[in-house]
């Protein structure tokens, strides 16, 4: 999942964002609200973790802007400890939830991934492609009975498979959702990498899930729904 940290610290962006790229996130990373706005006119994010109080911007003026984008991402404020009005106000405009700075960056990680369990409505935190499933919350794979080993990486391409199951996706769209900004378009690290992923999961005489769409890109197949 693609993450856009704002912070104007450059010590704690800098340490945050690390920490959540090693946690399996694609990570943007904006110094200034002025930055923020043009990455964010770019490339599609599913989270925001966004400081309110910046140097060039108005924190609450972004939160808004970024809740009426569509698909509008999940939103974590970081507010000062003392800012309780921020709080009230930047949940008020359509954050999702806050967290108090200075904060450990391992509760940042885990409000990140709570946020994203529960997409627009409360949705199920298990991705279930026909006996394959993807558990979010556990970070869990399993094709029927059998555990599959994933790399962060590889977690979060399947991910995006799974959350289009039947829909064929382009590289451009998987590295919108599972890189960063330092993803290379001319490399083939996503053709490696969903080769990694059939490997892993369409083996011992399973039905092949993960389809190539010759100059179109990739497909994770339903079987339910072509039934």
């Known amino acids: 999942m693609r993450i856009l940290l704002v912070e104007d610290d450059?010590?704690?962006?800098?340490?945050?964002?690390?920490?959540?790229?090693?946690?399996?996130?694609?990570?943007?990373?904006?110094?200034?609200?002025?930055?923020?706005?043009?990455?964010?006119?770019?490339?599609?994010?599913?989270?925001?973790?966004?400081?309110l109080r910046l140097p060039d911007d108005d924190g609450f003026a972004l939160c808004t802007a970024f809740r009426v984008r569509t698909p509008a991402p999940r939103i974590l404020m970081a507010t000062a400890r003392d800012s309780v009005d921020d709080r009230i106000a930047g949940l008020n405009l359509g954050?999702?939830?806050?967290?108090?700075k200075p904060y450990a960056l391992g509760e940042l990680v885990a409000r990140v991934r709570a946020l994203l369990r529960r997409p627009n409505a409360e949705a199920d935190t298990v991705l279930r492609v026909g006996d394959l499933t993807l558990d979010l919350a556990s970070h869990e794979?399993?094709?029927?009975?059998?555990?599959?080993?994933?790399?962060?990486k590889e977690f979060a391409v399947l991910e995006v498979l799974m959350r289009a199951a039947g829909r064929v996706l382009s590289r451009s769209y998987i590295s919108e959702h599972a890189w960063d900004d330092n993803y290379d378009a001319l490399s083939n690290v996503i053709d490696v990498y969903v080769a990694r992923l059939r490997r892993k999961i369409d083996q011992d005489g399973n039905t092949p899930l993960l389809e190539t769409i010759r100059g179109a890109g990739y497909r994770m197949q339903n079987p339910r729904a072509a039934s």
């Open 141 to 152: 794979c399993r094709r029927g009975t059998r555990t599959i080993g994933l790399t962060t």
């Open 10 to 51: 450059d010590t704690l962006r800098e340490n945050a964002a690390t920490y959540l790229r090693r946690a399996g996130f694609a990570v943007d990373a904006a110094a200034t609200g002025k930055m923020a706005r043009e990455l964010a006119g770019v490339s599609p994010y599913d989270a925001v973790v966004l400081d």
């Open 95 to 100: 954050a999702d939830d806050y967290l108090v």
